[in-house]
């Protein structure tokens, strides 16, 4: 599996959603992708419970912009522009997501179908956005695996 990982993020395989199922540590995972020429931005999801919770957690992760409205639409505006970021590869790495999947279901439903279409813009926009999902044993349906 940790070959799949790499071409994730060297650009090698398809930008997309992932469940991260390969057993390697933040730590690791952060050098991996600065070896392979890719920027990670973290989340640690533990504390998010809800929409607001995830929405600021995404907008310190990538140092949104203070005009960033706190909304599922300024949300995805957000993710379609990326002006303030200079990367061509970036991966988001969100630990724990069956905290904020567990406290609001609909919500989290959500937030995937919104990550998955910033995926998709980027792909035809020549930059590639990947997000990695780590979760504690949870299998989340859906979600290609790494």
Same mark, same amino acid.
């Given at each position: 599996? +940790? /070959?799949? &990982? ?13 469940? &991260?199922?390969?057993?390697? *540590? ?6 991996? !992708?600065?070896?392979?020429? @890719?920027?990670?931005?973290? +989340? ?5 419970? *809800?929409?607001?919770?995830? &929405?600021?957690?995404?907008?310190? @992760?990538? %140092? ?12 995805? /505006?957000?993710?379609? $522009?990326? /002006?303030?970021? %200079?990367?061509?590869?970036? +991966? =988001? ?7 904020? @999947? ?6 989290? &439903? ?9 995926? $998709?813009?980027?792909?035809?926009? /020549?930059?590639?956005? !990947?997000?990695? +999902?780590?979760? *504690? ?5 859906? =979600?290609? %695996?790494?």
């Amino acid at each position: 599996m +940790i /070959d799949h &990982l790499i071409a994730v993020l060297n650009g090698e395989r398809s930008p997309g959603v992932y469940q &991260l199922v390969t057993p390697i *540590s933040t730590d690791d995972l952060v050098t991996l !992708s600065q070896e392979q020429g @890719a920027r990670l931005f973290y +989340i640690n999801g533990t504390a998010v419970k *809800s929409k607001a919770d995830f &929405l600021q957690a995404v907008a310190k @992760a990538l %140092t949104f912009p203070d005009y960033f409205g706190n909304n599922w639409d300024a949300l995805e /505006d957000c993710l379609t $522009d990326l /002006d303030w970021l %200079t990367d061509d590869r970036l +991966i =988001l790495l969100y630990e724990q997501p069956e905290t904020f @999947a567990q406290h609001a279901p609909s919500e989290w &439903l959500v937030a995937l179908d919104i990550l998955r279409s910033t995926v $998709d813009y980027w792909h035809t926009h /020549d930059r590639s956005f !990947s997000v990695f +999902i780590k979760s *504690s044993g949870t299998d989340l349906v859906g =979600l290609d %695996t790494l």
